[in-house]
């Protein structure tokens, strides 16, 4: 039998919900108080808990944070008379399960418990399965605080079959966390489906989501599912979610209220059981302000939150990926003993990176590609976008030329001689200088030194 914990400050109130839930053949005890309630959960085995928002001293938002806390895997539905969006959206995104707006039906009330609790047992089942939080996403750099407290969120968010919202910019790994969330969950045996919103125009996107009929419009020559029906009983990822129009987020909103979803030119609805993944690289609040994005919309998409930090404030894990790349990058054009001189090295680290994972991977192949014959990268082989950094000149071997020898171009002159005058041959020169090469060779030109 589920036992419920029923937290109200109003006594009639909290003992006539007490008696629709037992004649309904649930297990109910009551909490006057978010405080009595707290001391009330560590003794008994409770499977839910159903608060009022508004109570005094702490209030229902307060307790749902520090049941959370306490105990991530306990649902809670929060019932409020002052319905408003902002505590919905509030409540959403401290992990309720779900909210009511008083007055609400007998059976409203009892579908939302039934449906916690069949997830809730769902995850049980699974989670001796499923790897520990601090296991999650081991393949992905995470050695920043910030990535490691997001994977850590993302393998327990995981375990839990609320919608989840990934915001971050572009290229920050939105879709990779959106896989590794489905990857960890009880709905990995089935489908991951992943599309983006702003890749398709309106009608097509619709087709493509909801699937159509034959012949509901020109070119349509055959019946075709759609993805969320190929989602069925796994998860969709829906990136740039901020690009939907006005009537395709109703039709979601709808899709994530009802679970059913029509056929373009069909009037028959199909049940669908899939867990929505959303992602972002926009301020969906500041869109709520202006009008353009459903309020109702995102509390419903904002179950959880994960928010992707920009490359350039993980300077731990910039050098990781660094180096994963030239490994990846080295087995496909198959060059070895790969190695970025100092400077160049400097250069890619201080790069910003605004495109991100997905900006460096594009220049570590390039940079792969332009190697010298040695495997050595230097700045000649490095992308214009990198060179054209600012922050390269604060290159420390740049600086100690400088300081050593009263301009870059004098020190430089004069280093390359006497490494000439020690290495005679070209590649143990540079090998020496730790730069490539066809470097070495543009320098000797550009100096005009005589290499006898």
């Not at 928002?53 to 702490?58: H, P, T, V, Y």
């Not at 009983?233 to 994530?256: H, R, Y």
């Not at 969906?284 to 995102?298: H, T």
Request: proline residues 4%.
């Amino acid at each position: 039998m589920t036992r419920i914990l029923l937290v109200d400050d109003q006594r009639s109130l909290r003992r006539s919900l007490a008696l629709m839930l037992q004649n309904a053949g649930f297990e109910t005890s009551e909490a006057g108080s978010g405080e009595e309630a707290l001391r009330m959960l560590p003794k008994s085995a409770f499977d839910l808990v159903i608060t009022d928002l508004r109570m005094d001293e702490m209030s229902g938002i307060d307790l749902l944070r520090e049941v959370k806390t306490a105990n991530p895997d306990l649902p809670v539905i929060l019932i409020t008379a002052y319905g408003c969006i902002q505590s919905a959206v509030d409540a959403m995104r401290f992990g309720a399960f779900d909210y009511l707006t008083k007055p609400f039906q007998e059976m409203e009330l009892v579908e939302k418990i039934r449906a916690s609790q069949s997830i809730r047992n769902a995850i049980r089942a699974q989670v001796q399965s499923m790897p520990a939080p601090e296991q999650v996403g081991s393949d992905i750099v995470a050695a920043t605080p910030q990535m490691q407290a997001t994977l850590i969120r993302a393998g327990r968010v995981a375990r839990t079959d609320i919608s989840v919202l990934i915001t971050g910019e572009t290229g920050t790994g939105k879709t990779r966390i959106a896989r590794l969330i489905h990857e960890s969950s009880v709905r990995s045996p089935y489908p991951f489906v992943s599309i983006n919103c702003a890749s398709l125009p309106e009608q097509l996107l619709e087709s493509e989501l909801f699937g159509h009929v034959r012949g509901s419009f020109t070119g349509a020559t055959e019946s075709r599912a759609g993805l969320f029906e190929e989602a069925d009983k796994g998860t969709i990822f829906l990136d740039e979610i901020d690009t939907l129009s006005p009537s395709m987020q109703a039709k979601l909103l709808s899709v994530l209220q009802e679970r059913l979803i029509r056929r373009v030119g069909s009037n028959k609805t199909k049940l669908v059981d899939i867990r929505i993944v959303s992602a972002t690289n926009q301020e969906i609040n500041e869109l709520m302000e202006k009008g353009v994005f459903r309020a109702d919309l995102y509390f419903r998409l904002n179950g959880m939150r994960l928010h992707l930090p920009p490359l350039r404030e993980r300077n731990e894990d910039i050098k990781i990926l660094l180096d994963r790349f030239i490994v990846l990058y080295s087995k496909k054009y198959r060059r070895t003993g790969l190695r970025l001189t100092p400077r160049a090295l400097a250069c890619v680290l201080g790069c910003p990176f605004p495109g991100n994972i997905r900006q460096m991977e594009n220049f570590v192949e390039q940079m792969v590609v332009f190697a010298d014959e040695n495997g050595i990268i230097d700045i000649d082989a490095l992308p214009e976008d990198i060179l054209n950094n600012p922050a390269r000149h604060r290159d420390p071997a740049i600086n100690v030329l400088e300081y050593e020898g009263g301009g870059i171009e004098v020190a430089e002159k004069k280093l390359i001689e006497a490494t000439l005058a020690r290495f005679p041959h070209l590649a143990d020169a540079a090998r020496e200088l730790g730069i490539g090469r066809t470097t070495l060779w543009r320098k000797i030109r550009q100096y005009n030194l005589n290499r006898n």
